[in-house]
């Protein structure tokens, strides 16, 4: 097996043979040829989108690419009007990570996505393998909001009860310092924001409409999605070549014969969590035992 480092800049097809053409001028042929480059993410590794460059050369249809497990970029959290917030940054709460939420993300009232688990908060938006997942159920970003829900475990009854609770047991304290019980304590100036009461309030002031305020807003932190993050940043790229122009059995090209493919540069992506690298890995044995 010889291993060549050189970038391949054309392919070809003359009669039953192929041509790569490299940077170096060298050509190599062959009778059958596996186009394994990689969608356009992480362009560091050489995956760099020139696989649907040859595609599309030899005729393929390429489906609309873009990136797919990604960070989502959100400047601002918004009201129950879903107005923006212009004194609520999220990146006031950048390196936070929250564990065991729930998000959900909607469109037009319509609910996209749920999932729970582990999120961050970045200096950009949101990243984490929920906000992750949540990206590859998004073809585009059009006034799209994420939904985060601090308490999932309990519904909104036993959140209050469990808010009466904590007020009794410290009626004399500051709401400020009773949120240390809920929350995190990077998120705690920006919730009292959002809930508009008086951080120095003692528990047994608190009206009842403010205590299901709070219980509201732990349950319901709103933000807006501006967009995805660059594709060099996602994890995988989403689209590539339509795979009913491939024969699933072989990984040959139903329009070239000796023509294959395996990986990303494929119209096929899933979740995080190693699915993609079981992709790339049984579609690459299937092409290489069928050449």
């Known amino acids: 097996v010889d ?18 053409q490299l940077q170096n001028g060298q050509n190599i ?12 993410s992480y362009p560091a590794t050489g995956s760099t989108g020139d696989g649907y460059k040859f595609a599309k050369s030899f005729g393929h249809k390429l489906t609309r690419f ?6 989502l970029e959100a400047k601002y959290f918004v009201d129950t009007n879903q107005k923006n917030i212009p004194q609520l940054n999220v990146n006031q709460l950048q390196g936070l990570s929250l564990k065991n939420v729930a998000i959900e993300v909607w469109h037009e009232n319509t609910k996209l996505y749920e999932d729970f688990g582990e999120m961050l908060f970045t200096h950009f938006g949101v990243s984490g393998p929920i906000i992750l997942s949540a990206s590859s159920h998004l073809r585009q970003i059009n006034s799209h909001l994420l939904k985060i829900d601090l308490k999932p ?20 304290k500051q709401l400020q310092n009773i949120l240390k019980n809920l929350l995190p304590k990077k998120m705690i100036p920006v919730f009292l924001q959002l809930v508009a009461i ?28 501006e967009k995805f993050r660059p594709i060099h940043e996602a994890i995988i790229t ?8 491939i024969d699933p059995q072989t990984m040959e090209s139903k329009l070239v014969p000796g023509l294959y493919f395996a990986g990303e540069v494929l119209d096929v992506d899933a979740y995080t969590g190693g699915f993609n690298l079981q992709i790339a890995w049984s579609s690459g ?7």
Not at 66 to 71: D, H, M, N, R, Y
């Open 3 to 20: 291993i060549i480092s050189q970038p391949a800049k054309k392919l070809v097809k003359t009669a039953k043979v192929f041509a790569v």
């Open 29 to 40: 042929r062959a009778e059958k040829l596996i186009i394994a480059t990689g969608g356009k």
């Open 66 to 71: 873009q990136p797919s497990l990604v960070p």
């Open 153 to 172: 475990a309990l519904d909104e009854a036993k959140l209050d009860k469990r808010l009466v609770r904590e007020f009794e047991q410290n009626s004399n």
């Open 198 to 225: 008086n951080p120095e309030i003692p528990a047994n002031r608190i009206t009842k409409a403010q205590r299901k305020q709070i219980g509201w807003q732990l349950k319901n932190l709103w933000l807006k999605v």
């Open 238 to 245: 989403s689209g590539g070549v339509e795979v009913s122009q």
């Open 285 to 291: 044995f299937v092409a290489g035992n069928s050449v």
